[in-house]
């Protein structure tokens, strides 16, 4: 009796530090399984003539990344992501950030650009059918470098949203009234460390 207390202590403790480890990060996007990849999410993108897709060859890790065609005429274009893909039922993919550290994400430009890249987080509605909220934006200038970079935002520099009831992120170019850019985007993550 003694070794099966003991053996499921020991199992419990294993399954606990498993656990444990497995939510130190929430990974959003890495186009390597049918939950991490663009149909997983629901997205947009703005203005009309920009694009984001799915593409092979380039990622930073693994085999597929984001590929976002940026073309803008009146100093903004912008890409969204939604974990949920807009359902409110979906509660699991309304995400409770609030004991997150940064978001992390893997980036670089196809070409050197000067403009500034915003990120920002989106709070899910309180209600169905209410109004969803976008945090400030996080802003890096000078543009995205040709090499892979890691950008990490730190979550307290969103202070506007409720980040227990986070559900989408976007990208967004601007400082500049015209231009186009191609950026890729990949290992979109939530991290605690």
Same mark, same amino acid.
């Given at each position: 009796m003694k070794k099966v207390i003991l053996m499921g202590l020991i199992l419990f403790l294993f399954l606990g530090i498993s656990f444990s480890q497995s939510v130190k990060e929430?990974?959003?996007?890495?186009?390597?399984?049918?939950?991490?990849? @663009?149909?997983?999410?629901g997205y947009w993108v703005a203005p009309e003539g920009c694009k984001v897709?799915?593409?092979e060859g380039v990622a930073y890790s693994g085999k597929k990344c984001?590929?976002?065609?940026?073309?803008?005429?009146?100093?903004?274009?912008?890409?969204g992501i939604n974990f949920a893909k807009w359902n409110f039922n979906a509660k699991d993919k309304i995400l409770d950030l609030s004991n997150y550290k940064a @978001?992390?994400?893997?980036?670089?430009a196809e070409k050197a650009g000067d403009y500034n890249l915003l990120v920002t987080i989106v709070e899910?509605?309180?209600?169905?059918?209410?109004?969803?909220?976008y945090s400030e934006k996080y802003t890096i200038t000078g543009g995205v470098p040709t090499q892979w970079t890691k950008i990490s935002v730190p979550l307290k520099s969103f202070v506007t949203v409720d980040k227990k009831r986070i559900w989408g992120m976007s990208i967004e170019v601007t400082g500049v009234p015209e231009g186009n850019t191609t950026?890729?985007?990949?290992?979109?993550k939530f991290v605690k460390d």
């Amino acid at each position: 009796m003694k070794k099966v207390i003991l053996m499921g202590l020991i199992l419990f403790l294993f399954l606990g530090i498993s656990f444990s480890q497995s939510v130190k990060e929430i990974l959003i996007y890495d186009g390597e399984s049918e939950n991490t990849n @663009l149909s997983a999410l629901g997205y947009w993108v703005a203005p009309e003539g920009c694009k984001v897709e799915e593409v092979e060859g380039v990622a930073y890790s693994g085999k597929k990344c984001l590929k976002i065609n940026f073309v803008w005429n009146s100093w903004w274009a912008g890409m969204g992501i939604n974990f949920a893909k807009w359902n409110f039922n979906a509660k699991d993919k309304i995400l409770d950030l609030s004991n997150y550290k940064a @978001l992390e994400f893997y980036i670089r430009a196809e070409k050197a650009g000067d403009y500034n890249l915003l990120v920002t987080i989106v709070e899910a509605p309180a209600q169905k059918d209410g109004k969803e909220f976008y945090s400030e934006k996080y802003t890096i200038t000078g543009g995205v470098p040709t090499q892979w970079t890691k950008i990490s935002v730190p979550l307290k520099s969103f202070v506007t949203v409720d980040k227990k009831r986070i559900w989408g992120m976007s990208i967004e170019v601007t400082g500049v009234p015209e231009g186009n850019t191609t950026l890729y985007v990949d290992e979109v993550k939530f991290v605690k460390d």
